[in-house]
């Protein structure tokens, strides 16, 4: 600071300049003390961040309370047209899952406790090799016609926790190995009940497994 310069205030200093409206909100874990926490500000010209602005930004972002009850809609309107307008028949058969069940138990006490694997797993990876291996029942039905999958995208049936139920996909479930379809199912039901699920997971899927049955799915 030269000779001639004025010495800011402490409170100044520390007082980031941002553009009305340029202000972001981010949560992440407990914060230290109540009320705190760590904010994103995109900086411009412009006057200083005061708790107003904080309480408007965080005001205009929606909770993922908010977005659960449209995420529902949609698939609610898609669940119906599919119902409606494709062609439905159904199946059933016993399978004997003993030895599948050995294999699961053995590979379950050699990994660590957040990596073990679920029955359901081995229910999506035997579906997404079905459908696979019988291209004819993975894909849509469009146009009163049906359009095979170029892949298996694996629609699976979460139930959320206010209520009701969502069928986001997992890509290229066929490919995936069991450890990484169980962390793809932890992902994706984490986010399916936090309301952060992309357009893509709630469209693409080519055929559901919604315990124990399965839906050929019509595409958004």
Same mark, same amino acid.
């Given at each position: 600071?030269?000779?001639?310069?004025?010495?800011?205030?402490?409170?100044?200093?520390?007082? #980031?300049? !941002?553009?009305?409206?340029?202000? /972001?909100?981010?949560?992440?874990?407990?914060?230290?003390?109540?009320?705190?926490?760590?904010?994103? $500000? %995109?900086?411009? #010209?412009?006057?200083?961040? %005061? $708790?107003?602005? !904080?309480?408007?930004?965080?005001?205009?972002?929606?909770?993922?309370? *908010?977005?659960?009850?449209?995420?529902?809609?949609?698939?609610?309107?898609?669940?119906?047209?599919?119902?409606?307008?494709?062609?439905?028949?159904?199946?059933?058969?016993? !399978?004997? &899952?003993?030895?599948?069940?050995?294999? =699961?138990?053995?590979?379950?006490?050699?990994? +660590?406790?957040?990596?073990?694997?679920?029955?359901?797993?081995?229910?999506?990876?035997?579906?997404?090799?079905?459908?696979?291996?019988?291209? +004819?029942?993975?894909?849509?039905?469009?146009? *009163?016609?049906?359009?095979? @999958? *170029?892949?298996?995208?694996?629609? !699976?049936?979460?139930?959320?926790?206010?209520?009701?139920?969502?069928?986001?996909?997992?890509?290229?479930?066929? /490919? &995936?190995? #069991?450890?990484? &379809?169980?962390?793809?199912?932890?992902? &994706?039901?984490?986010?399916?009940?936090? @309301?952060?699920?992309? %357009?893509?997971? =709630?469209?693409?899927?080519?055929?559901?497994?919604?315990? #124990?049955?399965? %839906? =050929?799915?019509?595409?958004?």
């Amino acid at each position: 600071m030269g000779p001639g310069d004025r010495a800011q205030p402490a409170e100044e200093r520390r007082s #980031p300049a !941002v553009k009305p409206g340029h202000v /972001d909100a981010e949560f992440s874990g407990d914060p230290p003390r109540q009320g705190c926490h760590r904010l994103t $500000c %995109r900086h411009g #010209p412009g006057r200083r961040l %005061r $708790c107003a602005d !904080v309480r408007r930004a965080v005001a205009a972002r929606a909770s993922p309370e *908010d977005r659960v009850p449209a995420m529902r809609q949609a698939i609610g309107r898609l669940m119906a047209r599919s119902k409606r307008e494709i062609p439905h028949y159904y199946l059933s058969n016993t !399978v004997d &899952l003993a030895s599948a069940m050995d294999w =699961l138990h053995q590979r379950n006490r050699e990994l +660590e406790v957040a990596e073990r694997l679920v029955p359901a797993v081995l229910l999506l990876k035997a579906a997404a090799l079905a459908a696979r291996q019988v291209p +004819e029942l993975n894909g849509y039905w469009e146009d *009163d016609h049906f359009s095979p @999958g *170029d892949a298996v995208h694996l629609g !699976v049936a979460i139930s959320l926790r206010g209520g009701g139920l969502v069928t986001p996909a997992i890509h290229d479930a066929a /490919d &995936l190995p #069991p450890g990484e &379809l169980m962390a793809r199912l932890r992902d &994706l039901v984490a986010r399916a009940r936090g @309301g952060r699920l992309r %357009r893509a997971e =709630l469209t693409d899927a080519t055929i559901t497994v919604s315990w #124990p049955t399965s %839906r =050929l799915n019509d595409p958004a």
